[in-house]
Structure formats: C-alpha cells, structure tokens
C-alpha cells in the first residue's frame, strides 16, 4: 500500500530556509528591485562621473581666463609708460609673479627671448620643463595660443594652457603662459564618485532591507489569506482572515476574501440546510408507504385503500421533488423562457383558474393593460401558489382579490385576503426554504413561497408582505416591465 502523498505546506516547511525565503513574493519583488537599482546605479556613476570632470574642465578654463585676462591687463597699463626697458619687463614680471599667487595646479610661466625666466609656482613638473615638447610650442608662440595636452604620466592628467606673446617697443621679447594640471582636481573628483558610491551603495542596501521588512508587513494579509485557505475544510468555513490595516489594495483583497468566504459559508449552510429538511419532507411518505406496505393486507377493499395512500404519499413525493427541481433551476440563467404578454389578460385568466380553487368571495381588480416581458408559465406558478395559499388560510365567507397594476416602468400583481393573517414573527421566515408559519396549519412542503420569491427575483423583481393577524394578508409582486439582462 503506497503512503500518503505529504501536505504542500509540510513539503514546503522541509525546504532550507533560504529556498524558503526565495519562493517569498516580497523576495522576488526586492530581487526585481535590486536587480533595477544595481543597473540604474551603474548607469549613474559614469554619467555622473563625466558631468563631475565636464564641471571641472570648465571651471579650469574660467580660472584660466581670469588669471590670463588680469595679468594682461596689468601689462597693458604697464606697457603705456614710455621709454620701458628689457629690465622694466623683467622687474614687472617680478612684481606681477610675486603679488599674485596661481590657483591650486595652476602654474605661470614666463619665457623672454625664448628662454625660462621665471615659473610660479616655482617648481615644475617635467611635462613643462625647457626642453619638452610643449616647452617648445610656447617657444613658437606669437599670436594668442590655447590648446590642451594628454600626458601619459598618471600623477599629471592632461594641461590645460593659455600663451599670449608679450611685446616691447613693438618688439616680441616674451611669452607668458598660464596652464592647469587636471590630475589634482580629478582626483578630488574621483574621491567623491567613490564617496557617492559607496553612499549610495548603503542607502540602496539599507532601503532594501527596510523595504523587505516593510514588505513582509504589507504581505500579511496574504500570507493569511494562504495560511487560512489551508485551514479551511469542507466540514469548517468559518476560517477568515483578520484586517488590522487599512486602505491597501492587499486589505481589499482580504475583505474581498472575507465576504466571499461569508457568501460560501451562506450558500453551504443554505444547501446544508435544504438537504437536511429535503430529507426530513421525503422520509415520512417513506415511513408510511414502508409501513402500509409491510402491513399489506389480501382483503381487496384493504388492498384498494393502501393503493390510494401509496399513491396520494407518491404523488406527494413528486410534487416536492418538482419544487426542489424548481428551486435549483431558478439559479440557472436560462430559467426564464421570456415573451411579451398583456399583463391584464394573464390575471383575468389565473382569476378564472382560481375560483376552481375553493369557494371563496373572489374579487378581480385590473388597474390598467400594459405588455411586459417575463416568463409567463413561471408567473402564472407563482401567484397560483398565492392563490393557493390564500384560499388555505380563508374561510368560505372571506374576501380573494386578484389585482394587476402598471406604473412606469414597473408591473405589480397581487393577492389579498381577509384570512387570518401571519405574525410578525413568522413574517420574517416564511419566503425560506421549507419554512412554514410556527402559528399557522400547513399541509405544503413549505417550498411554495419560496419558489414565489425565486421567480420574482429571477425577473428582477421582489415579492413584499402586508399582513396583521386576525385580518387577513396581502401579497405583492413588484416586477420591472421590462427584466435587466
């Protein structure tokens, strides 16, 4: 004999807790997220990097303008004083040099004659020293230069440089130079992409760790939803989830779950309920046909009488089980077979059909002829049950009246009697399944009224009760002319 196949939750409470973890939708969601996050960050820092060193080159290049501008604009003044000398240039660019201090890895140079005469800051790195091949660019220089150089060197970078000739007498005697070095700013730089990244880095690993805990509060009603679907049997529906939060789509879903478990539980009872009382209805014309069967005697005249009772507890039988089929049916879509008939004419005729019923004070009232459409055999069933009923609960001296009426959109029919009347209570029971008024006598089943409700609500309609005890009960058919689809 095979064992038992394991329960999925046991199965699923053997796994390593780490396989436990990665079948977790909220998991999923964060790997998802990780995985989104980890592109967009890496798409951020280069983009970010470069926009930092774009920044930066334009920077240098304004410090370099406003070095290069003021020095020569001290120089022009200085150049407007006659009779200037070679050692009047050279004592300019002493005074100049020595007053005012390039930025941090900016650097003045000042070639006259074609030769190095004075740098500030006075060392200098050998990309630029006399001899290199930019020294000798700036050698050649006679017109406004500028231009940028890549070095090699990885404690360089590239320079930035703007040359401008320098004059005397007409004469050029000089060049000077004013040039950055990058590498200094674009290590500063780089120190802060590592900074931002390595920031954004924890606010990413820490707002996923927030967000999985977050995650896991925000799932609890579907962890709950799972866990009480588990729990839930065919002999136990009262299983339901608890609602602590509010305005979420998951509480929704949960309160979704809630009501749906209430309809099912309804709907169970409801069935349970039928069966129970189907049974009880079909049992005791089972116990008599038993009985006067075992008892079942050879005398003819006795033969013929448990004939009869066999026969009027079989028909019974039939009859109930014809309303259950009803019932079941009502709950079908085609269950309605719909035409277009006069509303007037339909009462006549049941009128007609009623005064066959008992003798009764019968009344008609026809408040108007309109058409409608709805299902006339199963409207004809259900006020025959009115009637029916009625003229159950009347003496022959009471009033039936049979009424039809057309307002607007809407087709009322009715049946009022002057019987005995139904109390409250019993009022509230009686359009139940094999129900039947506690103070009233009844020979049905107790399924009449509820197969009267069942095609009233079928047609779109309701059926509503006026009643007092001791003076009689009145009926009332409220159905739309036309039914909504």
């Known amino acids: 004999m095979s064992s038992p196949r394991p329960s999925l939750q046991r199965v699923l409470a053997n796994q390593p807790v780490w396989k436990q973890l990665l079948r977790e939708t909220r998991t999923r969601i964060l790997l998802i997220y990780t995985l989104l996050m980890v592109m967009l960050t890496g798409m951020t820092v280069p983009v970010f990097r470069y926009l930092l060193f774009a920044q930066i080159s334009a920077r240098v290049r304004d410090d370099l303008n406003e070095e290069r501008t003021a020095f020569l604009e001290a120089y022009e003044d200085w150049e407007r004083a006659p009779d ?17 201090r390039p930025e941090d890895d ?11 005469y004075q740098s500030k800051p006075t060392y200098r790195l050998e990309p630029f020293q006399p001899g290199s091949e930019l020294f000798r660019q700036w050698q050649g220089v006679t017109e406004f230069a500028r ?16 040359a401008d000739p320098l004059f005397l007498d007409g004469e050029q005697r000089g060049v000077f130079v004013a040039l950055h070095v990058t590498m200094g700013e674009r290590q500063e730089a780089l120190t802060g992409v590592y900074l931002f990244v390595g920031v954004i880095t924890a606010v990413v690993v820490l707002s996923l760790l927030l967000s999985w805990l977050l995650a896991g509060r925000l799932m609890a009603p579907i962890r709950a939803l799972s866990k009480t679907a588990r729990s839930i049997s065919e002999s136990d529906l009262t299983q339901r989830i608890l609602v602590a939060q509010r305005d979420s789509e998951l509480v929704d879903l949960a309160n979704t779950f809630n009501a749906m478990m209430d309809r099912i539980q309804t709907a169970f009872d409801s069935q349970r309920d039928f069966v129970n009382n189907a049974g009880h209805e079909l049992r005791t014309p089972i116990t008599i046909i038993r009985g006067h069967l075992e008892l079942f005697d050879e005398d003819p005249q006795a033969r013929q009488e448990t004939l009869e009772l066999v026969i009027d507890e079989l028909d019974r039988m039939g009859r109930l089980v014809n309303d259950m089929i009803l019932l079941a049916k009502s709950e079908r879509k085609d269950f ?18 009623a005064q066959t019923l008992a003798p009764r004070d019968w009344q008609l009232s026809v408040e108007g002829h309109c058409k409608m459409i709805g299902d006339r055999q199963q409207l004809t069933g259900a006020l025959l049950n009115l009637l029916r009923n009625a ?5 022959e001296k009471d009033t039936i009246e049979l009424g039809c009426r057309c307002k607007d959109n809407q087709v009322q029919f009715w049946v009022s009697d002057t019987g005995e009347g139904i109390s409250p209570a019993d009022q509230q029971r009686i359009f139940s399944r094999f129900a039947r008024g506690q103070q009233r006598r009844s020979e049905g089943s107790g399924l009449g009224l509820a197969i009267v409700n069942a095609i009233a609500e079928a047609h779109g309609g309701n059926v509503d009760l006026v009643s007092q005890v001791g003076k009689g009960s009145t009926f009332r058919l409220n159905l739309p002319r036309q039914r909504l689809r």
Do not use: C, M, W
Not at 84 to 100: G, N, T, Y
Not at 147 to 162: L, M, N, T, V
Not at 391 to 395: C, E, K, L, N
């Open 147 to 162: 231009g940028e150089a890549s070095i090699d060197d990885p404690e360089i970078g590239d320079i930035f440089y703007k």
């Open 336 to 353: 309605l077979k719909l035409e277009t008939f006069d509303i007037g004419a339909l009462t006549e005729e049941l009128f007609s059909k």
């Open 391 to 395: 003229a159950q609960y009347t003496q």
């Open 106 to 116: 900016n650097f003045h140079l000042v070639l006259i004659d074609g030769e190095l």
């Open 84 to 100: 200037q000398s070679l050692d009047d240039l050279e004592d300019f660019i002493d005074e100049r040099l020595a007053l005012k």
